[in-house]
């Protein structure tokens, strides 16, 4: 007999995930590289601490789980990670499974996965996501490993999950870094539609010249339409709150400088080295970097002209579905990072299943995904989402507004730089004939770089005159 897992690392996630385990009736045995934080941490379990084993040494630790061992790794990712897999290898045995559930970069996941195959020990990459509520009453965890470790785990992971429609919200998505690389791109995701969002507050704070509760009481309102989501929830309520020291709207006492960790970063960093685009993605990381900027900011208010001009503000309605069309690419961008990826790294993602598993628990959970994992089940020409028939019909109804929406963001001075990326990917992709004939046209004039003929295959060579 044996605790039915290990969880090492008491922080906000490895805490609250600890007491969902044993709150579904597992035995878990915790420890932390901070001793004294256990203690404290099973007094306030109350009588779930019935069901958790505190160890203050590592050797303690790994004797309390019942072999072969699931052990929980809930530390910051980077290097405290491989430093743990070196000190808790020694005192493993073969079948032992260690699942990282850090925001761990996937390459990293698949070297540890390497260094391990052939030792008996397994490794699993593991992103979850839903923050601290989600951890304790039901995350959406994206699994990458072996077979053998997700057999292990999965009666666990599958009573701790988030619950869609009974399906629980967890799926061992593919080998080594499949399951880091999903959570990587959900936040690339959720970068892109909380900055669509951000844009939105912005067009109707500085051009439209409304208050935080207004603004709040609008998303509200959206929440019971097709933007049904956890982040316009959280946006409207963030919107509604008060600071209690000055008794104004918490967003108007927030400096205006986003911190970030790096997912966001990666899944561009990722998209780009496979060609990709994501430039909705793109368009929020740039955007956290120049809030960053805030002194330059600060200098430049007063001294660059505005050229802005006349518009009218758009509508509330035109707002909602100018923020649909933009979630609806946002998704569409990411999702097809992931298939390029999954071509790359062999890893057959399932984008469906992939979409039903970020149904509940996530932080980009919304209606919208539901209406994805259909998409994807159902005819979709050449995998693209935006192809399906729904898909279709939805940016149909929603188009229009975000170019009305767009353009009085270029009108107004209102800078829209996720909304505008999205509706420029939009054009792009929906004509056969681009411009880049014209770029292959410089290319070969001032490089002799070489172009493909339009009716056919082969490299061929202008004949280029100078300007008389
Ligand atoms: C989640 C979140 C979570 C977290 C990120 C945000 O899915 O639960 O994405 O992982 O909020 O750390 O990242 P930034 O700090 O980079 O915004």
Known sequence: TGADIGVYGLGTMGSALALNL??????????????????????????????????????????????????????????????????IK????????????????????????????????????????GGEAGARNGPSMMVGGSDHSWEQFKPMAEAIAAQFDGSPCVAHLGPDGAGHFVKTVHNGIEYADMQMIAEVYGLLRDAGGQGAVEIGNLFAEWQKGPLSSYLIEVSAA?????????????????????????TGRWTLIEALKMGQSANTIEAAVGARGWSSEKAVREMAEPL?????????????????????????????????????????????????????????????????????????????P???????????????????ALRRVVAAGALLGVALPALSAALAWYDSMRRARG??????????FFGAHGFERTEGEGKFHGTWNPLP
Not at 38 to 66: H, M, N
Not at 102 to 121: I, P, Q, V, Y
Not at 239 to 261: E, F, H, N, Y
Not at 436 to 442: G, L, P, V
């Open 435 to 444: 411009t880049a004939n014209m770029i292959q046209a410089q290319r070969d």
């Open 238 to 262: 963030a919107l509604l709150s008060v600071d209690t020291q000055t008794d104004t709207p918490m967003v108007d006492v927030i400096r205006d400088q986003a911190g970030q960790k790096g």
């Open 22 to 87: 044993a709150d579904s009736g597992f035995t878990v045995a915790v420890s932390n590289r901070e001793a004294e934080w256990i203690a404290p941490f099973l007094d306030e379990a109350g009588p779930l601490s019935e069901r958790l084993i505190g160890a203050e040494q590592l050797e303690e630790f790994v004797a309390a789980i019942a072999r072969p061992r699931s052990i929980l790794f809930m530390i910051p990712s980077g290097a405290p990670v491989d430093a743990m897999i070196e000190a």
């Open 382 to 400: 050449g995998g693209h989402l935006i192809l399906a028939p729904a898909m279709r019909k939805r940016l149909e109804d929603s188009i229009p």
């Open 304 to 380: 660059l002209p505005e050229g802005v001009q006349d518009a009218p503000l758009p509508e509330a309605e035109d707002l909602e579905m100018a923020l649909l069309a933009g979630r609806i690419i946002g998704h569409a961008q990411g999702f097809r990072i992931l298939s390029a990826a999954s071509e790359e790294f062999e890893w057959s993602l399932d984008m469906a299943r992939i979409s039903e598993i970020w149904r509940a628990g996530c932080i980009i959970r919304s209606a919208l995904l539901d209406e994805f994992a259909d998409a994807f089940r159902g005819e979709l």
């Open 90 to 129: 020694p005192l493993l045995d073969k079948g032992d499974t260690l699942i990282d559930g850090g925001n761990a970069d996937f390459h990293d996941t698949r070297r540890r996965s390497a260094a391990l195959e052939g030792t008996g020990l397994h490794f699993v990459g593991m992103g979850v996501s």
